[in-house]
């Protein structure tokens, strides 16, 4: 069901990505839900009413992977469209937070199917990507 506001605009969703880079490797989860189920990108998920964006990054990366990191800074957002069927279900925004790896290795939990580190040079050929996530995880590592 399409998200409507109270007088039935449609209106994009607010999500972040949390974008880990750790010794020339990038964390990534398979998704488990569309858009995109199945395929592979950066953990995160939906920002929640009165949350800051570099706090719902924490949180996203911690309930999908158990991974903690701390979110440095808002660096790229892009839109993701659901079209399961050809006609447009919903329309998220994702903002691209660089994050500073902590502790913990991934385990996926939550939406995400698998959760591991991909080297940056095999990004391409480990797995198959969510559009833009090689060029965003290639930004994100300078």
């Not at 490797?25 to 920002?47: C, E, I, M, Y």
């Not at 800051?52 to 996203?60: F, G, T, V």
């Not at 079209?83 to 913990?104: K, M, N, S, Y």
């Amino acid at each position: 069901m399409p998200q409507t506001a109270s007088h039935g605009a449609l209106r994009p969703v607010v999500a972040v990505l949390a974008v880990v880079i750790r010794e020339r490797s990038v964390l990534l989860v398979q998704r488990a839900n569309p858009p995109d189920a199945g395929l592979w990108g950066f953990p995160g998920g939906k920002v929640e009413f009165g949350e800051q964006i570099l706090d719902a990054a924490e949180r996203e990366l911690l309930e999908e992977t158990g991974v903690r990191a701390k979110a440095q800074c808002v660096f790229n957002a892009v839109d993701a469209y659901d079209r399961p069927d050809g006609a447009l279900r919903q329309h998220f925004v994702l903002i691209a937070v660089r994050c500073e790896w902590e502790h913990g290795e991934p385990l996926a939990a939550d939406d995400a199917l698998d959760a591991k580190w991909i080297p940056l040079e095999a990004l391409e050929r480990a797995v198959t990507l969510s559009q833009d996530v090689a060029e965003i995880a290639r930004q994100a590592a300078g």
